[in-house]
């Protein structure tokens, strides 16, 4: 079956997630909003009665909606073998993407730090200080937990003998990085040996590599997660 992916049709943010876990499984997507307009995602996000969604990104499946990206990437892992198969496995790759959501909400902070409707402008001076605090403290914290996360595991990949969606998570996690403090990355990106070799072993998957050189992608920008602000980065 073709699945729908519903999430804003400008930026990759939380969607971008997904995108890579189904682009690398070859897991058959629309992207609806991206053909239809926002106005048609909020539309059907409304519409949605029941089990619905609070937000996108949200997967509309056979079973029904599935929502909140780390749900939907255990389900597809689940439904299409891009996760290990055994229960205690599952758990700690999903404890893994957690994480990473924990990464992402304090990301998007330090560009709002004080409200999430204001306007990046209206809140600089804030954002400076939360920035300086990520780069120094947090940023090498959770950089420190995936480099530790991929030693547990002997082979190439987080889990297993072949890539899981938890791969293609950390992936877009360095890729956003590298977008947003450029300088800070590359003072520190020395530190973290297997997270960037699994990187570029990522990009170099067949499905990944097709997705990169089309116009699928949607380039990083101003308006998404990851966002580079020049005055924000430092080494």
Not at 16 to 36: C, P, S, T
Not at 79 to 96: C, E, F, M, T, Y
């Amino acid at each position: 079956m073709s699945y729908s992916l519903w999430y804003w049709p400008d930026l990759q943010g939380r969607g971008e997630f997904v995108r890579l876990a189904m682009e690398a499984g070859d897991i058959a997507y629309v992207d609806r909003a991206r053909a239809a307009g926002a106005e048609a995602l909020l539309a059907d996000l409304e519409g949605l009665t029941g089990r619905g969604a609070f937000a996108p990104p949200y997967l509309e499946t056979e079973d029904g909606v599935v929502s909140q990206v780390a749900n939907i990437l255990a389900y597809l892992g689940e439904k299409h073998a891009i996760a290990p198969s055994g229960r205690a496995d599952r758990q700690w790759l999903n404890a893994v993407q957690l994480t990473i959501a924990d990464l992402v909400a304090e990301v998007h902070n330090v560009h709002h730090p004080v409200a999430l409707m204001a306007y990046y402008d209206d809140q600089r001076p804030e954002a400076a200080r939360a920035a300086a605090q990520f780069r120094e403290e947090r940023l090498p914290k959770f950089l420190g937990y995936f480099e530790k996360a991929l030693a547990a595991n002997p082979g190439d990949w987080l889990m297993g003998e072949t890539w899981s969606y938890g791969d293609t998570s950390l992936y877009q996690v360095v890729a956003g990085l590298r977008y947003m403090f450029p300088r800070r990355m590359a003072a520190i990106e020395g530190d973290y040996p297997a997270l960037i070799a699994l990187y570029d072993r990522v990009a170099a998957l067949d499905g990944i590599a097709a997705y990169l050189a089309s116009d699928r992608r949607i380039g990083f920008n101003t308006d998404g997660i990851f966002r580079h602000y020049p005055e924000l980065d430092a080494v």
